[in-house]
């Protein structure tokens, strides 16, 4: 049956527990929850896990953790796959009684002797043809059996296909798919038909290694007389050299880039344009995404990573950000990486500075490091450089200029010509000053404006760090 473009749109994504999130695993999800959410759709999420020496607890445990992280939330409960074998295997034998799949004896001896024989008589493909498949059900022995489905032997399965395009696969490269084995357990390429008819699914939107998987499981929906789903084999993830996406090429688990500090919005941004186009946009929020994404602006060829371009989409979230929720995503990371929370009165800081240390960050490591003003606690031990700029004549300058601070109104206006005056008067510009005041205030000589971190910190803290450094 033909897929229809009437049906509400229900997408899913369906990750095998065996590992932590791939990045691009990741942004399938991600493209599957923009087309459905921006189409008042549902977004389902399966958990794969009928490979039970491989699937763990633990890998279910990260998937959600990266998708959570996202920012990309599902309908309903999470779906086991190994749950619903008994709907698997009743669908098996619903196909045997329409007479579409057929009972098949044959041992795995016999079938690796037919395949052997056929490669030595030079045949283009080896595909097992079962003597069973038109059998007298009166010659049928007492002995376990699979269930095969009956695949037309003849003329080609096209796959319509919403990426690639118009798929042909010719027929006679196609066996007699088993679906349900002799010791009664279904197969991976009938569970993941049931489960997405079952599940209502009307797209599926996944990676282009399942593409030829998809000729064989539309024939399952042929055999059940259920609609077809409208397909999307999205082209796959590759390192910035253009091979396959591997460890040499840096992070490939999700979980590793928030561990890394990437802002998820940042991440969302740059996963939704890798591989994806509408005009020129480059930098959106993920309200404009979710009205802008469509199937037709994915390419074909698969997607290099860009670091460098990552860093600067997460930049300009960083600056765009809500400062509230900056605030919070920050003390997500730090529990990710395991470094100690903000204490209530450096979270009140922090969120005053967010207004100028969020400009220039790119990742939230940037963000730390430019905050260590105010994260740090008196007495400030200077580093190297601070250290040397804190010599005898700066440190009588510090001790000329505090005096001055005591009475002075708190604000940039009022601060700007007492430290400038003071400078003046020590024969120096305000940016010979600057160093020492830097290295008083922070105890190193690159950081923000030296009347930020005043204004952050406060009179009395910051009088108290000049006299430190001018003592």
């Known amino acids: 049956m033909s897929p229809k473009s009437d049906r509400p749109v229900v997408t899913r994504f369906a990750p095998s527990p065996t590992g932590y999130l791939h990045i691009g695993g990741g ?3 991600l493209f599957n929850w923009l087309y459905a ?3 008042g759709g549902k977004f389902l999420l399966r958990i794969e896990d009928t490979d039970r020496e491989r699937s763990t607890p633990e890998a279910t445990a990260a998937i959600l953790r990266g998708l959570t992280w996202l920012g990309l939330d599902w ?3 999470v779906v086991s796959q190994f749950a619903r074998k008994d709907r698997h295997a009743e669908v098996a034998h619903q196909m045997l009684a329409r007479g579409t799949a057929y009972k098949c004896f044959s041992t795995q001896e016999e079938i690796a002797t037919f395949r052997a024989a056929r490669e030595a008589e030079g045949a283009s493909y080896a595909v097992f043809l079962s003597p069973w498949r038109d059998a007298d059900p009166a010659s049928f022995p007492d002995a376990p ?3 095969r489905m009956k695949a037309p032997r003849t003329g080609e399965t096209v796959i319509d296909d919403s990426v690639q395009g118009r798929v042909v696969i010719q027929n006679a490269t196609l066996d007699d798919m088993i679906v349900l084995r002799s010791d009664g357990v279904p197969t991976y390429m009938l569970a993941v038909v049931v489960d997405d008819h079952d599940m209502g699914v009307t797209h599926v939107i996944r990676g282009d290694d399942h593409l030829n998987n998809a000729a064989r499981q539309q024939m399952v929906y042929d055999a059940m007389g259920w609609e077809i789903p409208t397909w999307a084999h999205i082209p796959l993830i ?8 591997s460890k040499r090429h840096g992070a490939t688990g999700v979980e590793e880039y928030q561990a890394m500090g990437y802002p998820a919005a940042g991440m969302r941004n740059y996963l939704t344009r890798l591989g994806w186009a509408k005009g020129d946009a480059e930098i959106f929020t993920t309200e404009q995404a979710l009205q802008m994404f469509d199937l037709e602006g994915i390419g074909r060829a698969p ?3 860009d670091f460098k371009k990552l860093e600067n989409t997460c930049g300009h979230h960083m600056a765009m950000a809500d400062d509230a929720a900056l605030l919070h995503e920050l003390g997500e990371f730090l529990v990710s990486v395991g470094k100690p929370c903000l204490t209530d009165d450096q979270a009140l800081l922090m969120k005053t500075a967010l207004t100028f240390l969020k400009k220039s960050a790119k990742i939230f490591p940037d963000l730390v490091d430019k905050a260590s003003f105010l994260l740090i606690s008196r007495p400030i031990v200077p580093d190297e450089q601070a250290a040397a700029a804190l010599d005898t004549v700066s440190r009588g300058i510090l001790k000329s200029l505090t005096p ?4 002075a109104i708190w604000t940039k206006d009022a601060l700007e010509p007492i430290l400038t005056r003071v400078a003046a008067e020590s024969g120096l510009g305000f940016g010979k000053l600057a160093a020492p005041l830097r290295a008083a205030l922070a105890g190193r000589t690159v950081t923000p404006s030296v009347y930020d971190m005043m204004l952050v910190i406060g009179q009395d ?3 108290a760090r000049l006299t430190d450094a001018a003592d």
Do not use: V
Request: glycine share 14%; proline share 3%.
């Open 461 to 463: 803290e910051s009088i």
């Open 75 to 77: 309908d309903g409960e």
């Open 145 to 147: 059996y699979a269930i």
């Open 27 to 29: 942004r399938t999800a």
């Open 303 to 305: 997607a290099r990573l």
């Open 238 to 245: 590759h390192g910035p050299d253009g091979k396959k996406l």
């Open 37 to 39: 959410r921006g189409r």
């Open 404 to 407: 001055q601070l005591h009475n």
